[in-house]
């Protein structure tokens, strides 16, 4: 018979709320292995932490995002969000797939260009356009969302100087029955700005109205302010037909459907809780095919779905580097990926589970990053096992956002890798190095001594 493996004993007093509507916490799920690769060789080869992303994964995503709107409509266009990671390698997955770029900086439309997009594929939003980017933007056919009348101004400036108007879109924003509105963006839809603005296009002669946009929130749970959203944008389009005698040929209706994450105050998984991309495509569609366009002059329907899209397809794998109990007697276990690549624990219950199966005893556990900094916590509270030094952790889902708002704080930031549709890993971005960090700073002689 095989050696049983040790398991260290732990002495605990007795808490009585350690099961839960669920059940009692029994056994964790072990995640071995990502698209077949075992996690503890993907740690061996490149470092921990690390984080994995699957391709597999991301090409089902959206396809099956893409399915659900297309069976419900017939022009639908996805457009990557690159502030949800922008990564060339995920950009460039989501571009063979179809999809157009979303961006909202110069430095996001960079690397929309270097990953061959042309302008008319480009979606420029966003607060701050300086007017240089502006005028060379225009130049490529980008579409540009105005979010304010100043911006509008200095695109007339630009329009001026050619012999065509040039064609805009406009954000809007507006009350779809979730609150706090998002409405420091674009032109307030409800208090009637959003058809002065379009008026005042129409009126200056150097712009062209041809697209409407809003982005309402971002992880939104409620499938009906999409209903909301899209049935005002609808209406608004159409007003702006019967008024001002133009066309809009596209409605955007911005990102915000929430991944399967689990936020912080939701009880329940979101798994369970969230709704499916089905939802979500039901309310906006039916919306906008209930809102009177003849069905042969429907405009696009544009979509910038980020994280619903990328979150299930990222997994950050960490390595156990303590063991402690804090004053009150509960246990802490404390990992090497902190809060600086991992900010999305502040809102997120994460999926913790180890690498391996572990057995032994449940206990409230408080999960710490690596960082000198009290607020390095992944999971405040979850029911756990009793660690080794050394052992593997996966934390899922983490695909959005975190790549892009990582830091070099205390701690640099570690390698990716993707995991091919044939399986193979292969290294997207390079851990980083002290030089890396270093590399832009520059020390005056008088200092060098
Ligand atoms: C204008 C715009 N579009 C799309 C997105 C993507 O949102 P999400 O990742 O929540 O789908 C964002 C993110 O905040 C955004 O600001």
Redesign the pocket.
Known sequence: MAKKKYERPTIIRHISDLADKFGRAKKLRAKAEIDGIPVRDLVRQYGSPLFVFSEKSIRRSYRDALRSFAVRYPKVQFAW?Y??NYLDAICRIFHQEGSWA?V?SEYEYEMAKRNDISGEKIIY??PYKPEPVLRSVVHEGVRI?IDHYDELYALERIGAEQDHPIEVGI?VNMDTGIYPSWDR?GFNLDNGEAMNAAQRIQAGGKLKLTGL?A?I????TEASAYKNEAAKLAAFSRAIEKDLGTTVEYIDV????ASINTLHEQYSPGTDMNPSIEVYADAITSSILEAGFSPDRLPLLIL???????DEAGYLLCTVVGNKRLPNGNRTIIVDAGMNILFTSFWYKHEVMPAEEKGGMFEETVIYGPLCMNIDVIRPSIKFPAMDLGDVLVIHPVG??NVAQWMQFIRMRPAVVLIGENGDPDIIREAETIDTVKGPERLPDRLRQ
Do not use: C, D, W
């Open positions: 969000s502030k949800t979303e909202v939003n966003g969302h954000r963006f946009h982005h929130g971002t992880f939104v911005g990102g915000g459907f910038e779905t980020g994280r619903a899209l990328i959005a956002y």
